[in-house]
């Protein structure tokens, strides 16, 4: 059953679409014709004109896999890493002291400094994969590490008093606090990782790679082609993210109060 | 037959009780009653085992025990029904767990509730579900810290009116922790005052009016008891 809320955020949505995409279709078509030049600000029919060719294109399909496994890559290593550390650092201060440094080091450092870095150590093809790990792997961590210690303590309590086996207390409190933080923490990742990564493969100029779209469009002064790879990257997030903001919705659902 | 000696524990240097000595029947169901902040929880959580006194002896009360926290202390990710299943795991049958859990819903009146999520409930709701987690455990220790706190004065009573019965009948041994007189006087067969700071019993004063008859009449059986209560919480 539908709560007022659920058919409320519906509602909304549903507005946004009808009148907020239009809206912001007509403002990027007069700044267009204000600019008046194709080649430094396209139109937004330039740009679906330059998407068609794009998708149609015989190496589309390879360009956007290609891309894709590095995001999955990075995404799949920061997440198997970051679930083992978070849960053996709640357990070791040692271990969470000595991490500490290392993760707010990877918060803090400018992507294009550690991407050409990468790009030195391990390659083209290797380097974006790495640098959505550096980017995504701190993110995840943290929402570990905070799942896991912003348990309640009376909850636990709770548990003792009640002598609740371990298996389950891992299965109904552990597990369930970790989630929720790591599923809000996921769901940002994906667009953030999709970014990095095309932005890496850009510097290194990665063959057959969304990034190496975007810099043979910015080098033939193609600035329809270069928008066309962001929209297909907007929507490649969009497709990744929905099966798991379908899980956290599924997962959370305890949330939703009328 | 539950015994308590010479039982001394402070906080931080701080002492909250002091030389409590208690002896209760099995089977007995005792009311604490004490001013706001004077070691009653406390107490009740050394009784269950939640912490460790500084001083003193407990006999008996080394065993599975059932708590109603002052707080309801539920998954908020779990619905009624599981977070009261979540105690029965390993302890019963799965077969019987249903019914189990049914009953005790049915007895706190929830039954419409048991798959919705704590978010849900209203406070009341919230801790007669705790309530309801503490009937189903198998233990016949209960330990319940202002149970009722939240409730209605009508559901209290339908409450207590139900409790009385299923704990004499299964012969549970149950300390109660209230400021509320009422409660305290409805419920327990013995009343401890707690007084004094650091707190001490001050008195321990004997029900004279059987279970089936305290809360018959809307409790007018309990007038003298309860006039006893507030001489001596008053002459304190």
Redesign the interface.
């Known amino acids: 059953m539908k709560t007022f809320t659920t058919m409320l955020k519906n509602k909304n949505r549903r507005t946004e679409l009808i009148i907020g995409v239009p809206f912001l279709l007509l403002i990027w078509h007069l700044i267009a014709m204000g600019v008046g030049n194709i080649n430094i600000f396209p139109t937004p029919l330039a740009v679906i004109g330059s998407l068609a060719n794009i998708v149609t294109s015989p190496n589309f399909f390879t360009v956007v896999t290609m891309t894709l496994s590095r995001v999955l890559v990075g995404l799949t290593l920061s997440f198997c890493l970051a679930l083992i550390l978070g849960l053996i650092s709640v357990n070791s201060r040692f271990v969470k002291s000595m991490l500490n440094p290392l993760v707010s080091v990877m918060k803090a450092i400018p992507t294009i400094a550690i991407t050409v870095q990468l790009i030195i150590w391990l390659g083209p093809f290797q380097a974006p994969p790495a640098v959505g790990f550096i980017v995504i792997f701190p993110l995840l961590y943290s929402a570990v590490v905070e799942g896991l210690e912003n348990i309640?303590l009376?909850?636990i309590?709770?548990?003792?008093?009640?002598?609740?086996?371990k298996v389950?207390r891992i299965k109904?409190?552990y597990y369930?606090s970790v989630v929720?933080y790591l599923s809000a923490a996921l769901a940002g990742s994906i667009g953030l990782c999709i970014k990095v990564i095309i932005s890496a493969e850009y510097i290194s100029t990665t063959r057959n790679s969304m990034g190496d779209g975007i810099y043979y469009g910015f080098a033939y002064f193609n600035m329809a082609e270069v928008w066309s790879w962001a929209v297909v990257a907007i929507i490649t997030s969009a497709v990744l993210e929905l099966p798991l903001r379908q899980l956290k919705k599924r997962?959370?659902?305890?949330?939703?109060?009328? | 037959m539950y015994k308590i000696e010479n039982l001394n524990h402070s906080f931080n240097s701080h002492a909250v009780l002091q030389d409590i000595n208690l002896q209760v029947s099995s089977g007995c169901i005792v009311s604490i009653l004490g001013p706001s902040g004077c070691g009653k929880t406390t107490f009740l959580r050394i009784m269950?085992?939640?912490i460790k006194p500084n001083s003193g002896t407990l006999h008996n009360f080394d065993q599975?025990?059932?708590?109603v926290?002052q707080?309801p202390?539920l998954?908020?990710?779990?619905t009624v029904f599981?977070n009261i299943k979540?105690?029965l795991?390993?302890?019963v049958a799965d077969s019987e767990i249903p019914t189990l859990i049914s009953k005790a819903l049915e007895m706190v009146e929830l039954t419409e509730v048991a798959d919705s999520?704590?978010?849900?409930l209203s406070g009341g709701m919230k801790q007669r579900v705790a309530i309801a987690?503490a009937l189903v455990?198998p233990a016949k220790l209960m330990f319940l810290d202002e149970p009722f706190q939240s409730l209605d004065f009508d559901l209290k009573q339908r409450l207590m009116r139900q409790l009385l019965p299923l704990w004499s009948e299964q012969k549970y041994t149950v300390f109660i922790v209230t400021h509320d007189i009422r409660v305290a006087t409805a419920m327990g067969d013995i009343i401890y005052l707690l007084g004094n700071r650091p707190s001490s019993i001050i008195k321990e004063l004997k029900n004279p009016v059987s279970r089936s008859d305290r809360l018959v009449k809307n409790g007018a059986n309990l007038i003298e008891i309860e006039n006893e209560v507030y001489a001596s919480l008053s002459e304190n």
């Open positions: 309640d009376d909850i309590e709770m548990a003792n008093v009640y002598n609740v086996p389950h109904h409190i369930p929720s997962i959370c659902q305890w949330r939703e109060v009328d | 269950a085992g939640i599975n025990s059932s708590f926290f707080h202390r998954l908020p990710w779990n599981d979540l105690v795991h390993d302890k999520y704590p978010l849900k987690r455990f």
